[in-house]
């Protein structure tokens, strides 16, 4: 405890909570990502392949789905005026992104457990489910990119936020299955992966384009000098990633099933470089031109007792991520309970 | 159109955002509670079949730890869930509890995630799927993990209720709990009565949901061999169980009579105080005329109950002005749940005899167990109302109201909201509650065929492809 009083002032600890806070999202959205969109791919699939492609989320996503409740809590823990504010306004898209994740997380268990003639049903809703938290949390991006204004455009570009969001965990989901999969479901996957891309991509085209329009904070940033020099390198590797991802996925399936983890590892990285452009633009604002972290954080030593909590844990939880992540290395195989 | 009616309804009725609120988070709570009640004491069940099973290389406890586990997973999927949509209703539904005591709420509640959540979550991945890709002592150890993970969570969570009920180990500045002794903070005087009495509320409805099922799969002519390892030993755990628990309720009940007088007042249907005090066994408190209505009670033994003396005072609830909680929900409340728990007692000391003289149930009894396969979450619920309803009108007992920590979200938006929850609520209980008995049937109808052979001490099969 001490320790931590030494190295960290008062000052410092809304910058590391914030840290902390885009740590647990950003590895929420790669985690659940790709879960979310493989339930979104399963679409027009059939049965095997619906069982094949559960398999491979199977070990993972209750634990992908508990960094939500992380990124929440530490919403809620360090920024409670922000946990209010945000979530306040935001009531009824967290209602329906909760009901999403609701039905396909019980879905994902009642399939196999329910009446055969039963799976159909549990399907449709594990599918309807993905759909819904996808794009309700893309929904919401869109509204915390526009600082919660309402409005006919501002409507409009939630929308696409919407769309952006889930074609980006389709990319996730997709890229996925290009690594844990082989044979017919891999080529479908690979098919899946470059429409998905395209979408993304030029979702964030869009994106890009908005955001400085809809705020002159963000506005500011991109195009003042020096600040723009900054941010430059961000879109240039983004975009060097993306068409990366486009050869690297015509070239695929390789001989003896070389280079297979290289999509989904291009997509995590397109993931981070969106994600830190959103972080660069945002800071120090919680709340975008409202409330920065500093008005919204709790008390220091509060804040101190769950940092502690946090470097103590923190590795342990990745270390076990890790070991779960390598137990189930390799191909998915069929999901058959102990 | 539903949604239209169901507006109109509550405008008619007068029900304001607050009140919706309230049975929104009910609901969320009520129906969350029902799925950690049964895993936290199911995994140490199923830690306990695959312990037996590597003493013993008996088949039979893997064939239990086979179906159970099954369950625990189903169990754990609709517990994690409902459980999310709980972490965000503080921030939806009642802003004031973190803006006043989030000092205090915020750092348990990480500390729930943090060590809790990931532990249990990450886990069970391996304990469900990994058994063919880690060696098997690997694999004990996670459904160990899982379950220190589950009670780990119950700590954290209690803690932080019980410091709703009894708060201490802080000071209020502009508004604003600060936290100025952790220890006291945790380790706060109702704590500690509270989490034991919750673990063995756990321990019970898992033992009760164990001997239920296999009572309905032995009463089918299912003879799979892990049944009667599962019966017993569930029907052994509860009656040992039930007893501790009546004697830890019963502090537990000493410890509210000492810090929420008024919540014992309500739930032994006193209204003026009174010196060898009658324990009813039937009223009908009736809150405008402040007095009960058909009272069957049994003289003197309330007081005795309460402060192990025949004439002590008790103090009733007129005595507490305003600041008291409804009659009649914890009247009815506490003889639901010490009714279930006397049944569970005559029930669990009835199938243990049963077991001692003979080795096995009679039909009645296994009829009466499968009756109260689903007992232990009535009485949770009981319970529970009876302590949380106990609280009202305070959220943090003197520090803030309920109606205090509301937010300013539009009766209609809530109500929206709460038909979605309340719909996909009856939804998944009739599912679960289903899948659970057809589980139970599709299990007995693979014993009949051939048995399978299985991997005597378990060793890993190589894994495909």
Redesign the interface.
């Given at each position: 405890m001490q320790y931590i009083n030494a190295l960290v002032s008062d000052h410092q600890l809304p910058v590391i909570f914030l840290g902390l806070l885009g740590i647990s999202m950003l590895v929420y959205a790669i985690l659940d990502g790709y879960d979310l969109g493989i339930g979104m791919l399963m679409l027009n699939k059939s049965e095997a392949d619906r069982d094949r492609m559960i398999a491979s989320i199977g070990p993972f996503w209750d634990a992908n789905e508990t960094w939500l409740v992380l990124g929440v809590g530490i919403l809620l823990v360090a920024f409670p005026m922000a946990h209010g504010l945000v979530l306040g306004t935001l009531y009824t898209p967290v209602a329906l992104m909760l009901a999403g994740l609701i039905l396909r997380g019980v879905s994902f268990d009642f399939r196999a457990k329910a009446r055969v003639g039963h799976k159909k049903f549990w399907d449709t809703l594990f599918i309807a489910g993905s759909m819904l938290a996808s794009t309700t949390q893309g929904y919401m991006l869109g509204k915390y990119i526009v600082g919660f204004e309402s409005g006919l455009v501002a409507e409009l570009f939630c929308v696409i936020s919407a769309a952006c969001v889930a074609s980006a965990y389709l990319l996730m989901g997709a890229c996925w299955l290009i690594l844990k999969t082989i044979g017919h479901m891999q080529v479908m996957a690979i098919k899946n992966a470059r429409s998905a891309l395209a979408l993304t991509a030029l979702g964030l085209v869009l994106v890009s384009i908005v955001n400085p329009l809809a705020s002159p904070t963000i506005y500011n940033k991109w195009f003042k000098w020096p600040e723009a020099l900054y941010l430059l390198p961000l879109p240039l590797l983004c975009a060097i990633l993306i068409v990366c991802l486009f050869i690297t996925l015509r070239q695929l399936p390789k001989h003896q099933d070389r280079h297979c983890g290289r999509p989904f590892a291009m997509a995590v990285g397109i993931f981070v470089l969106a994600f830190s452009g959103l972080a660069y633009s945002f800071y120090p604002y919680i709340v975008p031109d409202t409330l920065t972290i500093w008005q919204a954080a709790s008390a220091p030593e509060s804040l101190r007792v769950v940092l502690l909590g946090c470097v103590v844990v923190l590795p342990a939880i990745f270390i076990y991520t890790a070991l779960s992540y390598w137990i189930f290395r390799g191909k998915s195989t069929e999901l058959t309970y102990y | 159109m539903a949604y239209i009616c169901f507006e109109d309804t509550f405008r008619e009725s007068m029900m304001d955002a607050f009140a919706l609120a309230r049975i929104q988070f009910a609901a969320n709570i009520s129906f969350h509670i029902l799925f950690p009640t049964i895993t936290i004491a199911l995994c140490w069940f199923l830690l306990f079949f695959k312990i037996r099973f590597h003493l013993t290389g008996n088949d039979s406890w893997l064939d239990a730890?086979?179906f159970w586990?099954?369950v625990f997973?189903?169990t754990?999927?609709?517990g994690?869930?409902?459980?999310?949509?709980m972490?965000?209703q503080?921030?939806?539904n009642w802003?004031g509890f973190?803006?006043t005591v989030?000092?205090?709420a915020?750092?348990l509640?990480?500390?729930e995630?943090?060590?809790a959540?990931?532990?249990e979550?990450?886990?069970?991945?391996?304990?469900?799927?990994?058994?063919?890709?880690?060696p098997p002592l690997m694999?004990t150890l996670a459904t160990a993990l899982v379950a220190a993970g589950t009670t780990l969570s119950a700590f954290w969570i209690i803690a932080l209720n019980s410091w709703m009920h009894t708060p201490q180990g802080f000071e209020m500045i502009d508004g604003?709990a600060?936290?100025t002794d952790?220890s006291m903070v945790i380790f706060n005087p109702s704590m500690p009565y509270r989490l034991t009495h919750m673990l063995i509320a756990s321990g019970l409805t898992a033992a009760f949901l164990i001997a239920g099922l296999s009572a309905y799969r032995l009463l089918r002519n299912d003879r799979s061999t892990g049944l009667n390892r599962a019966l017993k030993s569930s029907v052994a755990i509860a009656a040992l169980l039930i007893p501790i628990q009546i004697f830890v309720g019963d502090l537990h009940g000493l410890n509210t009579l000492e810090h929420q007088p008024a919540k014992i007042a309500a739930m032994e249907g006193i209204w003026d105080t009174e010196k060898g005090a009658p324990l009813l066994l039937f009223a009908i408190p009736d809150e405008e005329n402040r007095e009960n209505h058909y009272e069957v009670g049994i003289p003197a033994l309330a007081s005795l109950i309460l402060t192990h003396q025949l004439d002590g005072e008790i103090a009733g609830i007129n005595s507490f002005a305003e600041n008291r909680p409804p009659v009649a929900p914890l009247f009815f409340g506490f003889r639901i749940m010490v009714g279930i728990g006397l049944l569970m007692l005559i029930i669990s000391f009835t199938a243990v005899w049963q077991l001692y003289r003979r080795a096995e149930l009679n039909k009645w009894t296994l009829r009466a167990l499968v009756a109260m396969t689903f007992s232990g979450w009535i009485a949770t619920l009981a319970g529970w109302y009876v302590t949380e309803i106990g609280r009202q009108p305070w959220l943090v007992q003197g520090v803030l109201t309920t109606r205090d920590a509301v937010?300013?979200?539009p009766a209609t938006?809530v109500a929206?909201?709460l038909a979605?929850?309340l719909s996909?609520y009856a939804l998944?209980l009739v599912?679960y509650v289903t899948?659970l008995f057809?589980?139970a049937r599709r299990a007995g109808s693979n014993s009949t065929a051939p048995p399978v052979t299985t991997n005597p001490h378990n060793l890993p099969v190589p894994?495909?492809?």
């Open positions: - | 730890y086979r586990v099954k997973a189903l754990f999927a609709l994690v869930v409902s459980g999310i949509t972490s965000f503080f921030g939806t802003p973190m803006e989030g000092n205090i915020g750092p509640l990480a500390y995630v943090l060590t959540f990931f532990l979550a990450t886990f069970l991945g391996i304990m469900l799927f990994g058994s063919n890709r880690v694999h604003q600060h936290v952790w937010s300013g979200v938006t929206g909201s979605m929850y996909l998944l599912a899948t057809y589980m894994a495909q492809g």
